[in-house]
């Protein structure tokens, strides 16, 4: 969309917002993620999907204590159809960048389970080890990105819901490859050291990642680029269910005073990371 392509620095820099923000406002931290274990067997059919009646089932207290990633997502892409029919540059942007982090998250399968860290299978990193040094390693070099063109999502809850199901089937995966992987690897090579802004490091190796990754088959490319293509097709969508305003034609093209205070404060909140998060 025309809008987007001179704004791609604004995007990737404040696609982290919603992740500065869980060391500020204490419910952020439930945006980004569902237990989906806790409710059941998979296709987990006793958890409704329509907020409502996960309400009065659940109550908001526990559906907020195991995540509530998939609605949430409902909600910003609500909040982005306002922002298109007010014809509002500054809040497109902002809304997009942040809808675009939350959908992502919920492409992660550790995103969608219980063991979110490997915290309960004697596995911890594992979420940063999915999510971060894979793709940090190879993503730019040899992974393809480009996913042609955004589609009109009818039934946006729906196709939320499908990833979310596919995220939480996937995170048993994710979690029993590694633990086969560390039982053959040597002990002594599984992680390496790197300097970093001059603190020194301890992060998985390279040879550790690289076989990682083919055992998985491509998943992590292959959720990534998924997600690519649900986050283009949500602006998209949003666009369209706003009434496809002209968006050579919109008002605040220019962040005001207090978008450029809020960012401050997000910087300053992660920069500090005075901690009130609760999740990944
Ligand atoms: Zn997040």
Redesign the pocket.
């Known amino acids: 969309m025309v809008l987007y392509k001179p704004y791609s620095d604004f995007l990737t820099e404040h696609a982290v917002d919603?992740?500065k923000r869980r060391y500020i406002l204490p419910q952020e931290g439930a945006r980004?993620f569902i237990d989906i274990d806790h409710y059941g067997k998979y296709p987990y059919t006793g958890l409704p999907h329509k907020w409502n009646d996960a309400v009065a089932k659940f109550s908001q207290d526990s559906l907020r204590t195991y995540g509530i990633g998939p609605w949430w997502v409902q909600i910003m892409l609500q909040r982005l159809t306002n922002a298109f029919k007010e014809k509002d540059q500054s809040k497109i942007l902002k809304l997009s960048a942040e809808l675009g982090?939350y959908i992502a998250?919920l492409h992660v399968p550790l995103h969608a389970s219980s063991n979110h860290d490997g915290q309960l299978t004697n596995q911890k990193g594992i979420h940063g080890f999915w999510e971060s040094r894979i793709p940090e390693l190879l993503a730019d070099k040899e992974w393809d990105f480009f996913i042609g063109k955004a589609d009109y999502i009818s039934n946006t809850a729906d196709y939320i819901w499908k990833r979310v199901l596919e995220s939480g089937a996937a995170a048993d995966t994710v979690l029993q490859l590694e633990k086969e992987l560390s039982k053959t690897f040597p002990a002594d090579k599984k992680f390496s050291f790197e300097e970093r802004n001059g603190i020194v490091i301890r992060q998985f190796s390279s040879a550790y990642s690289r076989l990682y990754n083919e055992k998985l088959k491509g998943m992590i490319e292959r959720r990534m680029r998924q997600s690519v293509y649900a986050v283009a097709s949500f602006w998209y969508t949003a666009w369209v269910n706003a009434g496809q305003p002209d968006l050579t034609k919109l008002a605040n093209t220019n962040f005001t005073a207090e978008d450029q205070a809020e960012f401050d404060e997000l910087n300053s909140a992660w920069n500090n990371k005075t901690s009130v998060r609760d999740h990944e």
Do not use: L, Q, T
């Open positions: 919603p992740d980004h982090h998250d």
